[in-house]
């Protein structure tokens, strides 16, 4: 599986973006894929994850309420709509994708595959 993340830049705080993440390919429904996160200097971290199979979504704290994840059957796509951001949200946002489903979603050792990274920077 290829995973390509796109729809990263540069947007003021308060502002909002949409980032995409197309898969190659997807031969079960029993899938998942995610966003992690990582800021200069810091580790890679969850942001939110889609369990294709019955459409539970699971968010990090820290975007709850301002971030919204989404999915496209057809597409093999996932998105995440990002609102009300903040300069703390700056980082590369990687997406993930895996068969089959890991109660620790919020690991990124749980993920099998990896998109190269899109740059959101939030700056006035």
């Known amino acids: 599986v290829q995973l390509q993340a796109s729809g990263g830049g540069l947007v003021q705080p308060g502002g909002s973006l949409r980032l995409s993440c197309a898969a190659s390919?997807?031969?079960?429904?029993?899938?998942?894929m995610a966003w992690f996160r990582q800021a200069p200097g810091k580790d890679r971290e969850f942001v939110a994850a889609?369990?294709?199979?019955?459409?539970?979504?699971y968010y990090a704290q820290p975007v709850k309420g301002r971030f919204t994840a989404s999915k496209d059957n057809a597409k093999n796509t996932m998105y995440l709509q990002m609102n009300s951001l903040k300069p703390e949200d700056t980082a590369v946002y990687y997406c993930?994708?895996?068969?089959?489903?890991?109660?620790?979603?919020?690991?990124?050792?749980?993920?099998?595959?990896w998109g190269q990274g899109t740059l959101v920077t939030v700056s006035s």
């Open positions: 390919e997807r031969t079960s429904s029993n899938y998942g």
């Open positions: 993930a994708a895996r068969y089959g489903w890991s109660v620790a979603y919020y690991s990124e050792t749980s993920w099998h595959y």
């Open positions: 889609i369990r294709w199979a019955n459409g539970a979504i």
